[in-house]
């Protein structure tokens, strides 16, 4: 293992870095304290000429001809992090710092050229199962507490070979290490409840993290939004596990003295370009090497972030973007010259030592490809969703909302007679309407209202995406069959509908099969859209189509149109439910004294009472088709 990784080592520091390097015994003891076995491989993180590009599509205005524009966002970054050690990235907003970061957490969806070594290896899957990422935005369950959502993250994430038990004892031992004990059965919270606190949600991110006992440990503005009290103390827990032989890189945007001399090694980006890589405390001196010294004193993260604007120290006026522009090539030149050329030596000076011990452990971690079976992740996501869910499910208003609807269209169709069929077959329609269309506005919101949790998750390998996708549909089957089930038995009754058990039981099991079709539908507007806004509106101009289309409104559907009504799972439902009331040799009294046959009703005769298993079959291939459809698109969904 390199001992010469570019910056001194602080003294204070410096006897657990080396107990990293050579012995994770004492790591490893710590965990078998409670009998739980996570081993620690320190990683030691070497990124050399990283360089990113993005096309930009300019539109000329001239016959609106447009060309393509390639923006520079990642300039030739280069640098290392050897673990006991926390790399900051500082730099203003748009310099590239949550580009770079995610380079190095193999999290950039597109190519970028340059080379980022693991131990002297490329990024794999595992390193991925030993890094561990941090957003900057707190991606939580709103309704689970705190130990809960650790306590999920820990069943998913840790091996198979601990029980149940140790991974509670684990739990609990990272939210002692994380100071969480006083908040450990407090909700998390959202946008429509309070929960816990800004300062908090971010030690919760970094718990799920911790959880796997990551060597590579990489967060996005971990201090974003919180007071410098708050901050100081996220800083001083991730100083803490970086003591303990972790490789740590943050952004962050403006930390404080007492945050900025936490720091190890920085990187300071202007424009995507690195002005300066060193040791934290020589960042000073260096700048005042090249003529931008101050007289002064500041904190050294106030007078690096000037710097990075093109500010000069001691400026008095405000300077034009010509003089901006001017110190930032000055600061880019005085890197190449005194910084870039002695940092690439000692980095290909870093390429000669081995790293055996890395290369055993990802031969044992690349044996399996996830941490658990696919069935225990379905039980452990299923229990997850459920919990989660437990007070939106059956809350008040959905309940008033259905059973209202159901009495409500019970008193209108109020013991409807035999002799009023229109009246009869319109109430079936409203069967068809209603649980054709509630489903699919309910399940339209589902994936586009997860897509961060399910990228963040799925990005750390938490779970196959079919094991998720299961167990989502399967956690909403309580609410969506439930509250059907309640509104046919009181509309249905109410409404005078044939009194016959084996008849009601055949009409509630039709109305149930067209929710799931109906639900499936949704799921497959969210996730190919992906957006709540397109997705409804796409799901309104279905639901129109198939309300016209259903067989009640229109019965003579031009020949050149007919095949719309196919589509239309609002159709099939109507037509069973007629077919489980009536048969075509039924008789009803048309006018008073005057019998007719039931076959004979236009609207009945439109659409046919045979073949019924027919409908049956296509409403199934529509249930499996739409999700099956959901779940590819799923597979779209960029992780990165």
Sequence with gaps: MPQNCIAPRPEENGE???????????????????????????????????????????????????????????????????????????????????????????????????????????????IKRRTGFVAQDDVLYPHLTVWETLFFTALLRLPSSLTRDEKAEHVDRVISELGLTRCTNSMIGGPLFRGISGGEKKRVSIGQEMLINPSLLLLDEPTSGLDSTTAHRIMTTIKRLASGGRTVVTTIHQPSSRIYHMFDKVVLLSEGSPIYYGPASSAMEYFSSVGFSTSMTVNPADLLLDLANGIPPDSQKETTEQEQKTVKESL??????????????????????????????????????????????????????????????????????????????????????????QDRTALLFFFSVFWGFYP????????????????????????????????????????????????????????????????????????????????????????????????????????????????????????????LKYLSYSYYCYKLLLGIQYTDNDYYECSEGVWCRVGDFPGIKAMGLNNLWVDVLVMGVMLVGYRLIAYMALHRVKLR
Aim: proline share 4%.
């Design 16 to 126: 657990a870095m080396v107990q990293g390097l050579t012995d994770m015994s004492e790591t490893q003891s710590k965990s078998s304290q409670s009998g739980i076995q996570l081993s620690m491989y320190p990683i030691t993180l070497k990124f050399e000429e990283v360089v990113y590009k993005v096309k930009i599509e300019q539109t000329s205005q001239c016959l609106g001809s447009w060309s393509c524009k390639e923006k520079t966002i990642l300039n030739g970054i280069t640098g290392m992090v050897c673990p006991g050690e926390i790399l900051a990235m500082l730099g203003p907003s748009g310099s590239g710092k949550t580009t770079l970061l995610s380079a190095l957490g193999g999290r950039l969806s597109k190519t970028f050229s340059g080379k980022v070594m693991y131990n002297g290896q490329p990024f794999s899957g595992c």
């Design 332 to 421: 880019v030149s005085a890197y190449d010259k005194n910084i870039s050329t002695k940092l690439k030596a000692e980095l290909c000076n870093a390429d000669s030592h081995s790293y055996e011990y890395t290369k055993a452990a990802a031969k044992n971690i690349k044996s399996e490809q996830w941490c658990t079976t696919w069935w225990y992740q379905f039980t452990v996501l299923l229990q997850r969703g459920v919990r989660e869910r437990r007070y939106e499910s059956f809350n008040k208003l959905r309940i008033f909302q259905v059973i209202s609807v159901a009495f409500l269209g019970g008193l209108l169709w109020w013991h409807t007679p035999k002799s009023h069929l």
């Design 440 to 563: 699919l506005y309910n399940a339209v919101f589902t994936f586009p209202q997860e897509k961060r949790m399910l990228i963040k998750e799925r990005s750390s390998g938490m779970y196959r995406l079919s094991s998720y996708f299961m167990a989502r549909n399967i956690g909403d089957l309580p609410l969506e069959l439930a509250l059907p089930t309640a509104f046919v038995f009181i509309i249905y009754w109410m409404g005078g509908l044939k009194p016959d058990p084996a008849t009601f039981i055949l009409s509630l099991l039709v109305v149930l099969y067209s929710v799931l079709v109906a639900q499936g539908l949704g799921l497959a507007f969210g996730a190919l859209l992906m957006n709540i806004k397109q997705a409804t509106t796409l799901a309104s101009v279905t639901t129109l189509v198939f309300l016209i289309a259903g067989g009640y409104y229109v019965q003579q559907i031009p020949p050149f149109i007919v095949w």
